[in-house]
């Protein structure tokens, strides 16, 4: 399972580090994503991170104020959320990324955290 | 960056009836998309990817079909647990990763 952490309140301008913690499965195996839903709008990717650490990805709305990473030894994915401004308001859940090549060559989210609610706000 | 357009955004359907959700990308996708359904304060649920195969677990009413620009998400005959927000994803032409903005299937 995939349960999240480090939601709060915080101002504009503020910094927020969100945690994942991973368990039942062989984390440094696979890759990770963060999504998030603004409260009631539709789903959108942040950020993708490799099982290795080598190569990141991040959504253009949060480039240069947000960074992915992760620990394998401790089974955990984190996003430090820098500058936070009022539309990154939103539950934010980690999301395992799965390559399936049993019918074609094919990538989808199979395992979702709860989520976690971050709330940008003066 | 490819923009995935969902319609209707909402569908009134009864219990019993056929549901069919559709999803068109700005820019051919080949096969590479997946839908998802999210239930009220839960995290969404893989049910179909590559267009057209179901996930594991996921019942035989949820079919999809579709390739390059137009999908389709078919649920045969609606159940109660079917009644929640449908989200369609592709992941031929990344990063980003990119969504529809949802539908909505409600009970008429």
């Known amino acids: 399972q995939l349960v999240e952490s480090g939601g709060d309140l915080v101002q504009p301008g503020g910094s927020l580090r969100l945690s994942c913690a991973a368990s039942?499965?062989?984390?440094?195996?696979?890759?990770m994503n963060w999504v998030r839903q603004a409260p009631g709008k539709g789903l959108e990717w942040v950020s993708y991170i490799n099982s290795r650490s080598n190569t990141m990805y991040y959504a253009d709305s949060v480039k240069g104020r947000f960074t992915i990473s992760r620990d394998n030894a401790k089974n955990s994915l984190y996003l430090q959320m820098n500058s936070l401004r009022a539309e990154d308001t939103a539950v934010y859940y980690c999301?395992?990324?799965?390559?399936?090549?049993?019918?074609?060559?094919?990538?989808?989210?199979?395992?979702w955290g709860r989520g976690t609610l971050v709330t940008v706000s003066s | 960056e490819i923009v995935m357009t969902q319609s209707p955004a909402t569908l009134s359907v009864s219990p019993g009836e056929r549901a069919t959700l559709s999803c068109r990308a700005s820019q051919s996708v080949s096969s590479s998309l997946a839908w998802y359904q999210q239930k009220p304060g839960q995290a969404p649920r893989l049910l179909i990817y590559?267009?057209?195969t179901r996930a594991t677990g996921i019942p035989a009413r949820f079919s999809g079909s579709g390739s390059g620009t137009e999908f389709t998400l078919t649920i045969s005959s609606l159940q109660s647990e079917d009644f929640a927000v449908y989200y369609c994803q592709q992941y031929n032409n990344w990063p980003p990763l990119t969504f529809g903005a949802g539908t909505k299937v409600e009970i008429k």
């Open positions: 039942g499965f062989t984390f440094s195996s696979y890759s």
């Open positions: 999301a395992r990324w799965v390559y399936d090549n049993s019918a074609g060559s094919n990538w989808y989210f199979d395992l």
């Open positions: 590559g267009a057209s």
